[in-house]
């Protein structure tokens, strides 16, 4: 679906690196469309959203498109992208990376791609965007946990908390789908042909957390989707 080559050759431009692989998510980020393919994160021309190939064959540019493998010690296959104010969070089974600038161009000279947390998450439940924080789920033990991570600076660690340590055996595993809504301080998790579902309330004032709580409903139907 992606443009043609117009300048050089397979060896001078060559094809993106998500050539021949099975794309699993679409996200735009700083006027570019972005790719994922396994551990492969592309972003096309800015503005020109269908073109991966360079600008020339000779010189570089700021206009070319950005092509960073993701690098850890356990494999980094991405299954989630979350488009936040400081960069673009990525998901793999274990670790969170930040694709970001440091710059106010973000260039493939500017890229810059790093490993921020490495905690478990689960593949099939997209993370969510809390305003100032992200919260994603892991599966791995007998109930679901819910982390909140917060990026304050580039050079700073992030800061973590698990939401559901004060209630570890509340959330079910089985969850599998999730909703938020910024202005009312709500997140929400539930599971498809369920009666079930847990909510996450909280209030912020400036930097503080004032308050946080967990509750459940428990609806006449079952839940088939759940959106704010």
Not at 5 to 30: A, C, L
Request: charged share 20%; proline share 5%; aromatic share 12%.
């Amino acid at each position: 679906f992606w443009k043609t080559r117009g300048v050089g050759d397979k060896d001078t431009n060559p094809f993106p690196s998500f050539y021949e692989k099975e794309i699993q998510q679409v996200f735009f980020h700083r006027n570019r469309l972005g790719l994922i393919a396994d551990e492969q994160v592309v972003l096309s021309r800015p503005g020109d959203y269908f073109n991966f190939f360079i600008v020339s064959a000779i010189t570089t540019s700021d206009d070319n498109p950005v092509d960073i493998t993701v690098s850890d010690t356990k494999p980094a296959f991405i299954n989630h992208v979350l488009p936040i104010n400081k960069g673009v969070m990525l998901f793999s089974d274990n670790g969170q990376h930040m694709l970001f600038t440091e710059s106010d161009l973000f260039t493939p000279k500017t890229a810059r791609l790093k490993k921020v947390a490495s905690y478990e998450c689960d593949a099939s439940i997209q993370p969510l965007d809390m305003g100032s924080s992200v919260m994603f789920t892991s599966n791995v033990s007998a109930y679901t946990r819910a982390y909140e991570a917060t990026i304050i600076d580039d050079d700073l660690p992030v800061k973590m908390l698990e939401q559901t340590r004060v209630v570890p055996e509340y959330v079910p595993k089985q969850v599998d789908t999730s909703a938020v809504s910024t202005s009312l301080g709500i997140v929400t998790f539930g599971t498809k042909n369920s009666s079930d579902i847990y909510h996450f309330k909280f209030f912020d004032s400036g930097e503080k957390r004032e308050q946080s709580s967990w509750y459940s409903w428990t609806l006449t139907g079952t839940l088939q989707h759940h959106l704010y």
